[in-house]
C-alpha cells in the first residue's frame, strides 16, 4: 500500500518512513519545506512540499486530501503535531485513507495538562500536585500555594516554552514578571516538583479504547541534561508503568499510539506520571530496535487487521540520539557523579553508531543532506509560529 509519512524534517519521520518501506510499503514523505533533508531517502517513492500545517491549516488539509485523492489507498501516519490537525479535520480526510488517530476530543483532553491532571486524579493515577497560576493569582495570595522548588509550565504547549524550574522566591518574582509581559497568567500552572532518580517514556498504541501494544525504556541520559527528551535510552519492562498507561488510555478510549512520560521518585520509590505526548514521540527508535514495529502496527490498526498485531520487544537494547547527546554532553558530564565514567560512556556509543536514531549508513544520501543542513546559513531561521502550533486551541 502507499504511505504518506508527513513532517518529513525529523529523524522520527525518517526512522517510520525507513520501517515502512522494510515491510514493503510504497512510502511518500510529505513537508512544509521543499528541501527537507529527507526528500533524497532511498526508502521513499516520492516527495512533495503542502502548505504549513501551522500558517495555513486549510490549505494544509486541503493539499493532504488532493495528495490522498491522487494516491490510493494511502495510510497516512503523522509524526508530530500535523497529528493534531488531522484528528480535528478527520472527517474530511477519513474517507481518502487509513489512518490510526487518537479521537480530538481526547488529545485536548492530554494536551491540557490541567484537564490531564484532574482525569490522573480522579484515576488514582500518581501525577505532581498541580494548581492554575491564574486562579491563584486572581485570589490576592502572597505566597506560592506550593513549597519550593516547583515548576510553573503552560497548560498547552511544547519544546519547553515557557517553563521555570523555581527554587525560591526571587526566581518565582522574576518568572511572574515575564509570564505578566508576555499576558500570558490564564496559561500557566503550577506543578509540583518531583525530585527523580529515574525518567521513563512509556508508549502505547491503542484500537478503539483496547491496547494492543505497549514498549517501556529508561533514560541513562536527557537533553536538555536538566529533563527533556532521553537522547541514551535502554529498553525494559515495568509492570507498574504498564498498568498507569493502561489504566489511563483505556479510560480515554484512546485510538492510535501516544507516550506518557513517567519518573520515580528519589526517596519514596512513587511513579508519577508527569505528561503526555499524544503522537509519535522523540525516542520510537527505542521500541523500532528492540523489535517492536510501531508504524506498521498502526498500519494493522487502520487497516483493521490488529489480530496480526504481535506485542513483544526485547528489553535491554540500547539506543541514543547523536544531536542530543552532543548537545546534552557538558551538562550530563557536569551533573554525573563520575565525570569520566560519563565522558567514557558518550565516546563508547560512537563505536556502535546502528545505534542512533539519525545515523543509517544504508541512506547515505540522507546522512550527506543531514550534514549539509547543519552548515550555519542553511538552514532557515526558526521562528515562532512556523514549527509548531501556538496559542490554545479547542
Not at 88 to 102: Q, S
Not at 294 to 311: C, D, M, R, W, Y
Request: glycine share 6%; hydrophobic share 40%.
Amino acid at each position: 500500500m502507499n504511505a504518506l509519512v508527513t513532517n518529513a524534517r525529523t529523524r522520527m519521520a525518517h526512522l517510520c518512513a525507513k520501517s515502512l518501506f522494510q515491510k514493503g510499503h510504497s512510502v511518500y514523505l510529505g513537508d512544509h519545506s521543499d528541501n527537507s533533508y529527507l526528500f533524497p531517502s532511498r526508502y521513499i517513492k516520492g516527495s512533495f512540499t503542502y502548505p504549513s500545517p501551522y500558517a495555513d491549516q486549510e490549505g494544509f488539509i486541503d493539499s493532504i486530501i488532493k495528495f490522498l485523492q491522487a494516491h490510493q489507498p494511502v495510510f497516512l501516519l503523522p509524526t508530530y503535531e500535523e497529528t493534531f490537525l488531522f484528528a480535528k479535520h478527520y472527517e474530511k480526510i477519513a474517507p481518502y485513507c487509513h489512518c490510526a488517530i487518537p479521537p480530538y476530543a481526547s488529545i485536548l483532553q492530554v494536551h491540557n495538562k490541567w484537564s490531564l491532571y484532574q482525569i490522573a486524579t480522579a484515576l488514582n493515577v500518581k501525577t505532581p500536585f498541580t494548581v492554575p497560576l491564574n486562579d491563584y493569582i486572581n485570589a490576592g495570595k502572597a505566597s506560592p500555594p506550593i513549597d519550593y522548588p516547583f515548576v510553573i509550565k503552560p497548560r498547552q504547549g511544547g519544546g519547553n516554552w515557557q517553563i521555570y524550574f523555581v527554587k525560591k522566591e526571587s526566581e518565582y518574582i522574576e518568572a511572574l514578571d515575564k509570564i505578566r509581559a508576555a499576558k500570558i497568567e490564564h496559561r500557566m500552572l503550577i506543578q509540583e516538583f518531583i525530585p527523580t532518580d529515574r525518567k521513563y517514556s512509556h508508549a502505547v498504541v491503542f484500537k478503539s479504547g483496547i491496547q494492543t501494544a505497549y514498549f517501556t525504556d529508561l533514560h541513562i541520559r536527557d537533553y536538555p541534561s536538566s529533563g527533556g527528551a532521553g537522547c541514551c535510552r535502554i529498553s525494559i519492562k515495568d509492570p507498574i508503568i504498564e498498568a498507569m498507561g493502561k489504566k489511563l488510555f483505556e479510560h480515554l478510549r484512546w485510538n492510535g499510539v501516544a507516550e506518557m512520560e513517567v519518573v520515580r521518585h528519589n526517596i519514596t520509590g512513587d511513579y508519577y506520571m508527569i505528561e503526555v505526548n499524544p503522537r509519535i514521540w522523540g525516542g520510537i527508535n527505542s521500541a523500532l530496535l528492540s523489535g517492536l514495529n510501531i508504524p506498521q502496527i498502526l498500519f494493522e490498526i487502520a487497516s483493521n487487521n490488529s489480530s496480526n498485531i504481535k506485542n513483544d520487544y526485547k528489553t535491554d537494547i540500547e539506543t541514543r540520539w547523536l544531536w542530543g547527546e552532543l548537545r546534552a554532553m557538558h551538562g550530563n558530564i557536569t551533573l554525573s557523579q563520575n565525570s569520566l565514567w560519563e565522558f567514557m560512556d558518550i565516546l563508547r556509543g560512537l563505536f556502535h553508531l546502528n545505534r542512533y536514531d539519525e545515523i543509517d549508513i544504508a541512506d547515505s544520501q540522507v546522512m550527506f543532506s543531514l550534514i549539509l543542513s547543519q552548515i550555519p546559513g542553511k538552514q532557515k531561521k526558526r521562528i515562532s509560529g512556523i514549527d509548531s502550533l501556538q496559542g490554545e486551541w479547542d
